[in-house]
Protein backbone atom coordinates (compact mmCIF):
# COMPACT_ATOMS: atom_id res chain seq x y z
CA UNK A 1 0.00 0.00 0.00
CA UNK A 2 1.22 3.54 -0.99
CA UNK A 3 -0.86 6.80 -0.30
CA UNK A 4 -1.18 7.00 -4.08
CA UNK A 5 -2.51 3.99 -4.15
CA UNK A 6 -5.25 4.54 -1.97
CA UNK A 7 -6.08 7.64 -3.25
CA UNK A 8 -6.51 6.84 -6.66
CA UNK A 9 -8.88 4.50 -5.12
CA UNK A 10 -10.65 7.10 -2.89
CA UNK A 11 -9.61 5.68 0.48
CA UNK A 12 -8.77 8.17 3.02
CA UNK A 13 -5.97 6.68 4.71
CA UNK A 14 -5.00 7.55 8.26
CA UNK A 15 -2.11 9.99 7.11
CA UNK A 16 -4.35 11.83 4.73
CA UNK A 17 -6.89 12.41 8.11
CA UNK A 18 -3.79 13.27 9.88
CA UNK A 19 -2.72 15.76 7.31
CA UNK A 20 -5.98 17.39 6.55
CA UNK A 21 -6.35 18.27 10.23
CA UNK A 22 -2.77 19.87 10.57
CA UNK A 23 -3.53 21.87 7.43
CA UNK A 24 -7.27 22.93 8.01
CA UNK A 25 -8.66 21.53 5.11
CA UNK A 26 -11.05 18.30 4.16
CA UNK A 27 -9.41 14.83 4.18
CA UNK A 28 -10.65 14.68 0.68
CA UNK A 29 -9.01 17.86 -1.02
CA UNK A 30 -5.29 15.74 0.93
CA UNK A 31 -6.62 12.57 -1.08
CA UNK A 32 -7.07 14.19 -4.58
CA UNK A 33 -4.45 16.08 -4.56
CA UNK A 34 -2.23 12.78 -3.79
CA UNK A 35 -4.28 11.01 -5.91
CA UNK A 36 -2.97 13.27 -8.98
CA UNK A 37 0.64 14.08 -7.68
CA UNK A 38 0.00 18.13 -6.23
CA UNK A 39 0.59 16.59 -2.79
CA UNK A 40 3.03 14.09 -1.33
CA UNK A 41 3.06 12.53 1.99
CA UNK A 42 6.60 12.14 3.35
CA UNK A 43 5.99 9.40 6.01
CA UNK A 44 7.82 5.87 5.62
CA UNK A 45 5.51 3.15 6.57
CA UNK A 46 8.38 2.43 9.34
CA UNK A 47 8.64 5.71 10.86
CA UNK A 48 6.21 6.78 13.66
CA UNK A 49 5.81 10.47 13.09
CA UNK A 50 3.40 12.52 12.12
CA UNK A 51 2.66 12.76 8.82
CA UNK A 52 4.13 15.75 6.78
CA UNK A 53 2.18 16.92 3.75
CA UNK A 54 3.56 19.20 1.41
CA UNK A 55 2.51 20.50 -1.82
CA UNK A 56 -0.54 22.83 -3.70
CA UNK A 57 -2.82 24.43 -1.38
CA UNK A 58 -1.39 23.53 1.26
CA UNK A 59 1.08 25.11 4.09
CA UNK A 60 4.72 26.42 2.34
CA UNK A 61 7.22 23.90 4.08
CA UNK A 62 10.40 24.48 5.45
CA UNK A 63 13.47 21.74 5.61
CA UNK A 64 17.20 22.05 7.52
CA UNK A 65 20.21 20.29 6.28
CA UNK A 66 22.33 19.28 8.86
CA UNK A 67 24.93 16.06 8.87
CA UNK A 68 28.79 15.50 9.23
CA UNK A 69 31.73 16.16 7.88
CA UNK A 70 35.04 14.78 7.20
CA UNK A 71 36.81 17.70 9.42
CA UNK A 72 33.78 18.29 11.81
CA UNK A 73 32.19 14.74 12.50
CA UNK A 74 30.63 15.05 16.26
CA UNK A 75 27.62 14.04 16.28
CA UNK A 76 26.33 15.58 19.52
CA UNK A 77 26.38 18.96 17.74
CA UNK A 78 24.33 17.20 15.18
CA UNK A 79 21.97 16.56 17.42
CA UNK A 80 21.47 19.78 19.06
CA UNK A 81 21.30 21.37 15.37
CA UNK A 82 18.32 18.71 14.74
CA UNK A 83 16.45 19.98 18.35
CA UNK A 84 17.37 23.71 17.46
CA UNK A 85 16.27 23.53 13.90
CA UNK A 86 13.17 21.49 15.20
CA UNK A 87 12.20 24.24 18.20
CA UNK A 88 13.05 26.79 15.55
CA UNK A 89 9.91 25.81 12.90
CA UNK A 90 11.81 23.15 10.76
CA UNK A 91 9.26 20.80 9.19
CA UNK A 92 11.80 18.44 8.03
CA UNK A 93 15.81 17.98 8.17
CA UNK A 94 17.78 15.87 5.57
CA UNK A 95 20.66 14.28 6.93
CA UNK A 96 23.82 14.84 4.80
CA UNK A 97 26.20 13.69 6.70
CA UNK A 98 29.75 12.59 4.62
CA UNK A 99 31.93 11.87 7.75
CA UNK A 100 32.36 9.73 10.76
CA UNK A 101 30.19 6.66 11.58
CA UNK A 102 27.44 7.80 8.95
CA UNK A 103 25.09 4.99 9.70
CA UNK A 104 25.04 5.58 13.27
CA UNK A 105 24.53 9.28 13.31
CA UNK A 106 21.66 8.72 10.54
CA UNK A 107 20.08 6.20 13.11
CA UNK A 108 20.31 9.17 15.81
CA UNK A 109 18.57 11.65 14.09
CA UNK A 110 15.61 9.21 13.16
CA UNK A 111 15.99 8.12 16.68
CA UNK A 112 15.35 11.83 18.47
CA UNK A 113 13.47 13.23 15.26
CA UNK A 114 10.04 14.45 15.79
CA UNK A 115 9.90 15.43 12.22
CA UNK A 116 10.25 13.94 8.47
CA UNK A 117 13.91 13.02 7.95
CA UNK A 118 15.51 12.90 4.54
CA UNK A 119 18.86 11.95 3.40
CA UNK A 120 21.12 11.55 0.10
CA UNK A 121 21.82 7.95 -0.02
CA UNK A 122 24.79 8.29 -2.82
CA UNK A 123 26.73 10.06 0.00
CA UNK A 124 27.24 7.17 1.96
CA UNK A 125 27.30 4.89 -0.99
CA UNK A 126 30.19 7.06 -2.35
CA UNK A 127 32.14 7.16 0.64
CA UNK A 128 31.98 3.55 1.61
CA UNK A 129 33.19 2.71 -1.87
CA UNK A 130 36.45 5.00 -1.29
CA UNK A 131 37.13 3.30 1.79
CA UNK A 132 36.59 -0.13 0.16
CA UNK A 133 37.94 -0.01 -3.22
CA UNK A 134 40.23 3.24 -2.68
CA UNK A 135 38.46 5.46 -5.39
CA UNK A 136 34.39 6.30 -5.36
CA UNK A 137 33.95 5.89 -8.58
CA UNK A 138 34.65 1.94 -8.14
CA UNK A 139 31.07 2.29 -6.33
CA UNK A 140 28.89 -0.68 -8.31
CA UNK A 141 25.31 -0.21 -8.86
CA UNK A 142 24.34 -2.98 -6.31
CA UNK A 143 26.25 -0.88 -3.93
CA UNK A 144 24.30 2.26 -4.27
CA UNK A 145 20.75 0.45 -4.48
CA UNK A 146 21.79 -1.74 -1.21
CA UNK A 147 22.46 1.78 0.75
CA UNK A 148 18.91 3.55 -0.81
CA UNK A 149 17.45 0.10 0.47
CA UNK A 150 19.07 0.43 3.75
CA UNK A 151 17.73 4.41 4.65
CA UNK A 152 14.28 2.67 3.26
CA UNK A 153 14.52 0.09 5.57
CA UNK A 154 15.53 2.43 9.10
CA UNK A 155 12.91 4.53 8.16
CA UNK A 156 13.83 7.88 6.36
CA UNK A 157 10.99 9.30 4.72
CA UNK A 158 12.30 10.79 1.53
CA UNK A 159 15.54 10.85 -0.14
CA UNK A 160 17.15 12.98 -2.94
CA UNK A 161 18.36 11.14 -6.02
CA UNK A 162 19.62 12.53 -9.15
CA UNK A 163 17.82 10.12 -11.70
CA UNK A 164 18.28 13.42 -14.53
CA UNK A 165 21.55 13.23 -14.66
CA UNK A 166 22.03 11.81 -18.06
CA UNK A 167 24.69 10.82 -20.40
CA UNK A 168 22.70 13.09 -22.47
CA UNK A 169 22.54 15.78 -20.27
CA UNK A 170 26.25 15.62 -19.65
CA UNK A 171 26.44 16.21 -23.54
CA UNK A 172 24.12 18.98 -23.28
CA UNK A 173 25.99 20.44 -20.58
CA UNK A 174 29.42 20.38 -22.21
CA UNK A 175 28.18 22.60 -24.77
CA UNK A 176 26.65 25.43 -22.71
CA UNK A 177 29.88 27.05 -21.88
CA UNK A 178 28.85 27.49 -17.99
CA UNK A 179 30.30 29.70 -15.11
CA UNK A 180 29.99 26.76 -12.51
CA UNK A 181 29.83 23.96 -14.43
CA UNK A 182 28.28 21.40 -11.53
CA UNK A 183 27.86 22.32 -7.64
CA UNK A 184 25.41 19.55 -6.95
CA UNK A 185 27.47 17.34 -4.72
CA UNK A 186 25.32 14.04 -5.83
CA UNK A 187 25.48 15.81 -9.28
CA UNK A 188 29.52 15.90 -9.39
CA UNK A 189 29.99 12.19 -7.39
CA UNK A 190 27.70 10.45 -10.28
CA UNK A 191 29.44 12.41 -13.06
CA UNK A 192 32.48 11.29 -12.05
CA UNK A 193 31.27 7.47 -11.59
CA UNK A 194 29.57 7.52 -15.30
CA UNK A 195 32.69 9.22 -16.94
CA UNK A 196 35.33 7.07 -15.24
CA UNK A 197 33.11 3.79 -16.13
CA UNK A 198 31.83 4.71 -19.30
CA UNK A 199 28.40 3.99 -17.97
CA UNK A 200 24.53 5.70 -17.54
CA UNK A 201 23.62 6.88 -14.40
CA UNK A 202 22.17 3.75 -12.52
CA UNK A 203 19.51 5.53 -11.09
CA UNK A 204 18.36 6.64 -14.22
CA UNK A 205 18.68 3.42 -16.39
CA UNK A 206 17.52 1.43 -13.34
CA UNK A 207 14.95 4.08 -12.29
CA UNK A 208 12.34 1.03 -11.99
CA UNK A 209 14.59 -0.91 -9.37
CA UNK A 210 14.26 2.22 -7.72
CA UNK A 211 10.53 3.15 -7.81
CA UNK A 212 10.47 -0.81 -6.21
CA UNK A 213 12.16 0.27 -3.06
CA UNK A 214 10.20 3.25 -2.62
CA UNK A 215 7.01 1.34 -3.76
CA UNK A 216 7.92 -0.94 -0.59
CA UNK A 217 8.26 1.46 2.31
CA UNK A 218 6.31 4.54 0.37
CA UNK A 219 9.40 6.50 0.48
CA UNK A 220 8.98 9.82 -0.93
CA UNK A 221 11.38 10.34 -4.40
CA UNK A 222 12.64 14.04 -4.21
CA UNK A 223 14.18 13.91 -8.03
CA UNK A 224 17.32 16.18 -7.29
CA UNK A 225 18.73 18.70 -9.35
CA UNK A 226 22.41 17.81 -10.72
CA UNK A 227 22.69 20.11 -12.86
CA UNK A 228 20.80 23.23 -10.79
CA UNK A 229 22.47 26.68 -11.51
CA UNK A 230 25.68 27.79 -9.11
CA UNK A 231 25.48 31.56 -9.97
CA UNK A 232 23.39 33.40 -11.47
CA UNK A 233 24.81 33.54 -14.53
CA UNK A 234 24.42 30.07 -15.35
CA UNK A 235 20.41 29.88 -14.66
CA UNK A 236 17.82 28.62 -16.75
CA UNK A 237 20.10 27.62 -19.41
CA UNK A 238 20.01 24.55 -21.58
CA UNK A 239 21.12 22.02 -19.29
CA UNK A 240 19.44 23.04 -16.37
CA UNK A 241 15.85 22.88 -18.69
CA UNK A 242 16.81 19.49 -20.16
CA UNK A 243 17.09 18.00 -16.92
CA UNK A 244 14.27 19.33 -15.71
CA UNK A 245 12.29 17.36 -18.90
CA UNK A 246 13.94 14.21 -17.98
CA UNK A 247 12.46 14.64 -14.26
CA UNK A 248 8.80 15.26 -15.30
CA UNK A 249 9.06 12.11 -17.31
CA UNK A 250 9.92 10.39 -14.44
CA UNK A 251 7.58 11.66 -12.39
CA UNK A 252 4.66 10.60 -14.70
CA UNK A 253 6.56 6.27 -14.43
CA UNK A 254 6.79 6.66 -10.73
CA UNK A 255 2.64 8.02 -10.30
CA UNK A 256 1.67 5.12 -12.32
CA UNK A 257 3.68 2.60 -9.95
CA UNK A 258 2.62 4.66 -6.97
CA UNK A 259 5.42 6.30 -5.90
CA UNK A 260 4.83 9.55 -4.98
CA UNK A 261 7.72 12.36 -6.07
CA UNK A 262 8.12 15.90 -5.51
CA UNK A 263 11.19 17.75 -7.69
CA UNK A 264 14.56 19.79 -6.39
CA UNK A 265 14.75 23.23 -8.07
CA UNK A 266 16.99 25.92 -8.19
CA UNK A 267 19.62 27.25 -6.50
CA UNK A 268 21.22 30.92 -7.54
CA UNK A 269 18.69 32.25 -9.72
CA UNK A 270 17.83 36.50 -10.33
CA UNK A 271 14.56 37.55 -8.85
CA UNK A 272 13.54 38.36 -12.37
CA UNK A 273 13.49 34.43 -13.56
CA UNK A 274 11.96 32.78 -10.34
CA UNK A 275 8.54 32.99 -11.27
CA UNK A 276 9.13 31.87 -14.73
CA UNK A 277 11.45 28.99 -12.95
CA UNK A 278 8.72 27.67 -11.14
CA UNK A 279 6.09 27.88 -13.91
CA UNK A 280 8.16 25.83 -16.04
CA UNK A 281 8.52 23.09 -12.99
CA UNK A 282 5.11 22.93 -12.77
CA UNK A 283 3.81 22.80 -16.78
CA UNK A 284 7.00 19.93 -17.22
CA UNK A 285 6.49 17.92 -14.26
CA UNK A 286 2.33 17.99 -13.99
CA UNK A 287 2.16 20.06 -10.89
CA UNK A 288 4.72 18.19 -9.04
CA UNK A 289 5.43 20.01 -5.34
CA UNK A 290 8.47 21.79 -6.23
CA UNK A 291 11.28 21.67 -3.75
CA UNK A 292 13.42 24.65 -3.74
CA UNK A 293 17.62 25.28 -2.67
CA UNK A 294 16.78 28.85 -1.83
CA UNK A 295 16.58 29.92 -4.09
CA UNK A 296 19.30 32.93 -3.68
CA UNK A 297 19.51 36.25 -5.55
CA UNK A 298 22.99 37.13 -5.63
CA UNK A 299 26.33 35.62 -5.68
CA UNK A 300 28.36 38.15 -3.28
CA UNK A 301 27.05 38.03 -0.37
CA UNK A 302 28.70 35.10 2.16
CA UNK A 303 27.79 35.24 5.85
CA UNK A 304 24.46 36.93 4.94
CA UNK A 305 22.90 34.26 2.51
CA UNK A 306 20.15 33.28 4.59
CA UNK A 307 18.87 36.71 3.77
CA UNK A 308 19.52 36.21 0.29
CA UNK A 309 17.99 32.69 0.28
CA UNK A 310 15.08 33.91 2.66
CA UNK A 311 14.29 36.75 -0.34
CA UNK A 312 14.27 33.82 -3.66
CA UNK A 313 12.31 32.09 -1.33
CA UNK A 314 9.70 34.04 -0.53
CA UNK A 315 8.61 34.99 -4.33
CA UNK A 316 9.18 31.41 -5.12
CA UNK A 317 6.73 30.32 -2.65
CA UNK A 318 4.47 32.62 -3.30
CA UNK A 319 4.98 31.77 -7.27
CA UNK A 320 4.06 28.40 -6.09
CA UNK A 321 7.11 26.56 -5.05
CA UNK A 322 5.79 23.61 -1.81
CA UNK A 323 9.20 23.40 0.17
CA UNK A 324 11.78 25.27 1.08
CA UNK A 325 15.35 24.38 1.92
CA UNK A 326 16.95 26.96 3.98
CA UNK A 327 20.27 28.39 3.55
CA UNK A 328 22.15 29.69 6.57
CA UNK A 329 25.18 32.32 6.99
CA UNK A 330 27.24 30.05 6.93
CA UNK A 331 26.80 28.76 3.16
CA UNK A 332 29.92 28.67 0.71
CA UNK A 333 31.73 28.98 4.10
CA UNK A 334 32.02 26.60 6.27
CA UNK A 335 29.96 23.83 8.17
CA UNK A 336 27.06 25.65 10.24
CA UNK A 337 27.15 25.62 13.59
CA UNK A 338 24.02 25.42 16.21
CA UNK A 339 23.28 28.88 15.48
CA UNK A 340 23.31 28.83 11.93
CA UNK A 341 21.00 25.81 11.64
CA UNK A 342 18.64 28.62 14.18
CA UNK A 343 19.11 31.84 11.87
CA UNK A 344 18.82 29.91 8.86
CA UNK A 345 15.31 28.22 9.91
CA UNK A 346 13.97 31.66 11.20
CA UNK A 347 14.88 33.53 7.52
CA UNK A 348 13.03 30.42 5.81
CA UNK A 349 10.03 30.46 8.15
CA UNK A 350 9.65 34.18 7.33
CA UNK A 351 9.75 33.58 3.48
CA UNK A 352 7.41 30.75 4.24
CA UNK A 353 4.76 33.09 5.92
CA UNK A 354 4.93 35.27 3.59
CA UNK A 355 4.49 33.07 0.72
CA UNK A 356 1.43 31.84 1.90
CA UNK A 357 -0.06 34.63 2.80
CA UNK A 358 0.87 35.87 -0.94
CA UNK A 359 -0.88 32.32 -1.63
CA UNK A 360 -3.96 32.95 0.29
CA UNK A 361 -3.59 29.78 2.40
CA UNK A 362 -6.25 29.34 4.78
CA UNK A 363 -5.50 31.02 8.26
CA UNK A 364 -2.36 32.68 6.86
CA UNK A 365 -3.24 36.17 7.23
CA UNK A 366 -4.57 35.68 11.01
CA UNK A 367 -1.42 35.48 12.57
CA UNK A 368 -0.78 39.07 11.18
CA UNK A 369 -4.00 40.68 12.12
CA UNK A 370 -3.30 39.00 16.09
CA UNK A 371 -0.08 41.63 15.79
CA UNK A 372 -1.57 44.35 14.56
CA UNK A 373 -4.16 44.24 17.16
CA UNK A 374 -2.07 44.19 19.62
CA UNK A 375 0.34 46.56 18.44
CA UNK A 376 -2.84 49.35 18.29
CA UNK A 377 -3.23 47.75 22.37
CA UNK A 378 0.18 48.54 23.13
CA UNK A 379 0.39 45.12 24.10
CA UNK A 380 4.25 44.10 23.87
CA UNK A 381 3.71 40.37 25.52
CA UNK A 382 1.16 39.57 23.21
CA UNK A 383 3.72 40.87 20.57
CA UNK A 384 6.39 39.45 21.40
CA UNK A 385 4.76 35.70 21.97
CA UNK A 386 3.46 36.20 17.99
CA UNK A 387 6.84 37.27 16.55
CA UNK A 388 8.15 34.37 14.07
CA UNK A 389 10.94 34.40 17.54
CA UNK A 390 9.75 35.12 20.64
CA UNK A 391 13.10 34.67 22.25
CA UNK A 392 15.08 37.39 19.96
CA UNK A 393 11.81 39.25 19.95
CA UNK A 394 11.84 39.65 24.35
CA UNK A 395 15.73 40.11 24.41
CA UNK A 396 15.96 43.02 22.54
CA UNK A 397 12.74 45.15 24.17
CA UNK A 398 14.65 44.27 27.54
CA UNK A 399 17.65 45.94 26.26
CA UNK A 400 15.86 49.17 25.13
CA UNK A 401 12.74 49.22 27.28
CA UNK A 402 12.31 53.29 27.70
CA UNK A 403 10.99 54.82 31.15
CA UNK A 404 7.73 54.84 29.75
CA UNK A 405 7.08 50.67 29.02
CA UNK A 406 3.69 51.50 27.16
CA UNK A 407 6.30 52.59 24.09
CA UNK A 408 9.23 51.64 22.72
CA UNK A 409 12.85 53.64 22.74
CA UNK A 410 12.72 54.41 19.22
CA UNK A 411 9.58 56.89 19.43
CA UNK A 412 9.09 57.25 23.24
CA UNK A 413 6.46 59.50 24.15
CA UNK A 414 5.99 60.45 20.37
CA UNK A 415 4.74 57.23 19.29
CA UNK A 416 2.15 57.80 16.67
CA UNK A 417 0.33 54.70 18.19
CA UNK A 418 -0.01 55.66 21.40
CA UNK A 419 -0.54 59.65 19.99
CA UNK A 420 -3.52 58.66 17.83
CA UNK A 421 -5.48 56.07 20.43
CA UNK A 422 -5.12 59.02 23.05
CA UNK A 423 -6.50 61.45 20.37
CA UNK A 424 -9.15 59.00 18.87
CA UNK A 425 -10.69 58.64 21.79
CA UNK A 426 -11.41 62.16 22.58
Not at 208 to 234: F, H, Q, T, W
Not at 247 to 266: D, F, K, N, R, S
Not at 375 to 400: F, H, M
Request: glycine content about 10%; some cysteine; proline content about 3%.
Amino acid sequence: MTQISEAKKGNLTKEITEVASAEGITPSEIQKGIAEGTIVISKNNLHNIKPLGIGKGLRTKINANIGTSKDYNDIEKEIKKLRVAIEAGADAVMDLSTGGDIKGIRSQILKESTVSIGTVPIYQAMVAAGESYGNIAKMTEDDLFHVIEEHAQEGVDFITVHCGVTLKTLQVLKGEGRHLDIVSRGGALLVEWMIYNGKENPLYKDYGRLLEIAKKYDLVLSLGDGLRPGCLADATDRAQIHELITLGELTEIAWAEGVQVMIEGPGHVPINQIETNVRIQKELCKGAPFYVLGPLVTDIAPGYDHITSAIGAAIAGSAGADFLCYVTPSEHLRLPTVEDVREGVIASKIAAHAADIAKGVKGALQKDIEMAKARKRLDWEAQINLSVDPEKARRLRTEGKPSDETVCSMCGEYCAIKVVNEYLKK
